[in-house]
């Protein structure tokens, strides 16, 4: 090749004409909505978020545990949770900023519309930018409480987050998760709450206590994972309508995930339930000996046996009494005709007692 040839200077930047040619179209369509695209990162993001919740939930094994350290790092591992989120709605904000200007131009090509130039700021990527900026300048405007507990990973987080430190009371509601104090109406719900949870210790389909629970990400319902599974993999779209009473929310092995809080729950739940059997045959136990205590005292005999036995001992006592003045003075001491008086008293006092 001679040095004249390769001198060829590379001709200028253009700007691409819109709109968009079908070929490009595809190609954004699917940087959108395969799984190695932008879904992709979500899920990721979303999976890293769920991977918080159980490493907090590791982290206190034992919730009566007082350790700064680990409250730091649960303090950081819910701040990490928070940015992760905001991570997760660029994302997204990603993926509907691409969807509009695809759409635009799919449709565009389908009308027909002749190719225009526009300047860089017009064209795609200054379309782009634009929607990603007012997207993220709505959500930077936006308060905690609106940011946090409208994302189903956060929601899910928390909720481990809470069960770590807090087993045994109910998820505050989350209108208080960034501010402090509780109002009557929340104190209700968080009964409504522990109602619930009570209740929820059982699959609705094979009404055993879980072993493996899975919950659903588009509706707040549980069940044993291989039951679950089972249906939706035996129907023919691999979609089942949600088994529970009042919901219709289509199921798919992919709205599925592992529910670790409410494992934890049932294992503390069967535990507690095995002391409080263990507690009443103790109990019973106990009823059972008195009975027989009882029948043992009724077979003894009567009250003058038992003021027998009352004198004895408190004579036994004066007699120790006297025993110690002995050897204090050296010589015995006798027992007046008035003490005897008061050691029958005494006796009686003691038989009533005893009686």
């Known amino acids: 090749m001679s040095d004249r040839t390769s001198r060829v200077p590379i001709p200028p930047y253009e700007l691409p004409l819109l709109p968009l040619t079908a070929k490009e179209i595809q190609n954004l369509t ?13 899920d ?9 919740g159980n490493a907090t939930l590791e982290l206190y094994p034992d919730p009566e545990e007082e350790n700064e350290e680990k409250d730091k790092a649960m303090a950081d591992m819910e701040k990490l949770a928070r940015e992760l989120v905001d991570e997760n ?48 300048r709505r959500w930077d405007a936006m308060s905690n409480t609106e940011k946090y507990t409208n994302s189903p990973e956060y929601l899910d987080f928390r909720r481990s987050y809470w069960e770590a430190r807090n087993p045994e009371v ?19 719900e968080s009964d409504i709450e522990i109602a619930q949870e009570r209740q929820s210790y059982r699959c609705p389909l094979t009404l055993r206590p879980f072993e493996d629970p899975v919950r659903s990400t588009v509706c707040p319902h549980a069940f044993e994972k291989e039951a ?6 035996r129907s023919p779209v691999n979609g089942v309508p949600c088994p529970t009473p009042g919901c219709a929310k289509m199921l798919t092995l992919r709205v599925l995930k592992k529910d670790s809080v409410l ?63 002995f050897k204090r003075s050296g010589r015995p001491v006798a027992v007046s005709s008035e003490e005897e008086e008061d050691e ?7 038989d009533e007692e005893e009686g």
């Open 30 to 42: 699917a940087l959108i909505n395969t799984r190695s695209g932008i879904a992709k990162v979500s």
């Open 44 to 52: 990721t993001l979303a999976s890293a978020i769920t991977a918080l």
């Open 89 to 136: 709605k660029r994302a997204l904000d990603m993926k509907e900023a691409l969807e509009s200007i695809v759409n635009a131009q799919r449709e565009a090509l389908r009308r027909g519309d002749e190719p225009q130039e526009y300047s860089e700021e017009q064209g795609l990527s200054g379309q782009y930018e634009s929607i990603l900026v007012a997207k993220k």
């Open 170 to 188: 109910p998820l505050p509601h989350a209108r208080t998760w960034f501010s402090s104090g509780t109002t009557d109406a929340q104190d209700e």
């Open 228 to 233: 679950i599974e089972d249906m939706i993999k």
């Open 263 to 325: 494992k934890r729950k049932v294992v503390r739940a069967l535990a507690l339930e095995k002391r409080r059997q263990q507690q009443r045959e103790d109990e019973s136990e106990d009823e059972e000996a008195e009975e027989e205590a009882s029948e043992e005292e009724e077979a003894q005999p009567g009250p003058s046996s038992r003021r027998g036995k009352g004198r004895a001992r408190l004579s036994g006592i004066k007699a120790e009494k006297g025993a110690k003045k």
């Open 344 to 350: 029958e008293d005494d006796a009686d006092a003691m």
